[in-house]
Nanobody, 122 residues
Framework: VQLQASGGGLVQPGGSLRLSCATS????????IAWFRQVPGKGREGVSC????????FYTDSVKGRFTASTENNENMAYLQMNSLKPEDTAVYFC????????????????WGQGTLVTVSS
């Protein structure tokens, strides 16, 4: 199982960015697919999670209405569209996969991609 996140960069406040996560070695629709983020000195924070059970997607409150997570199972890709970005969204973003149900606990996710840095600054 492999995941590889990409698409981070520097963006101004109010701007948009789309992160991609290329996956291989597993069937995406059988796994919960999540995005987490981490800032220095803090633990990983769950941003979104797509349920393997019915495909519904959950978001942490701070990104609701601004971020949209999606998956393209036939392309083995996951995406995180981030709009109306704020400086507090600055973090390293990770994609992750788990056989279980969606949770916000990073310890429940066994498979991780390397992070991609998103910096929101003017």
């Amino acid at each position: 199982v492999q995941l590889q996140a990409s698409g981070g960069g520097l963006v101004q406040p109010g701007g948009s960015l789309r992160l991609s996560c290329a996956t291989s070695g597993f069937e995406m629709d059988r796994y919960a697919i999540a995005w987490f983020r981490q800032v220095p000195g803090k633990g990983r924070e769950g941003v979104s999670c797509r349920s393997r059970r019915d495909g519904s997607t959950f978001y942490t409150d701070s990104v609701k209405g601004r971020f949209t997570a999606s998956t393209e199972n036939n392309e083995n890709m996951a995406y995180l569209q981030m709009n109306s970005l704020k400086p507090e969204d600055t973090a390293v973003y990770f994609c992750a996969a788990a056989r279980g149900l969606c949770t916000w606990n990073p310890e429940d996710f066994r498979y991780w991609g390397q992070g991609t840095l998103v910096t929101v600054s003017s």
